[in-house]
């Protein structure tokens, strides 16, 4: 999960439709796990996790990086492979 935050994030960021770590997502957390092949209590647990580490923000539609350098390192996130 905190992969594909991230390289959302990137992306989004790329085209210009994230600034300063906030982006809009048009998912839910069930979209999510359908897309990904994870069921809907692993996302929803890990996106918990994430937020009690304060590494992200996720109210609705909208996900906000609180820590984003963090979650790269938990992720193992470089944007390298997307230029």
Known sequence: M???ICE???RLETVGLAAE???Q???????????SGLSI??????IQELRQRRLIAWEGS???LLQPD?????????PDYLA
């Open 62 to 64: 909208e996900i906000e």
């Open 41 to 46: 209590v692993h996302v929803n647990r890990t």
């Open 70 to 78: 963090q979650l790269r390192t938990l992720a193992d996130f470089t």
């Open 21 to 23: 770590g906030c982006f």
């Open 25 to 35: 997502i048009p998912m839910t957390q069930r979209h999510v796990a359908d897309a």
């Open 2 to 4: 905190a992969h594909l």
């Open 8 to 10: 959302l994030a990137t």
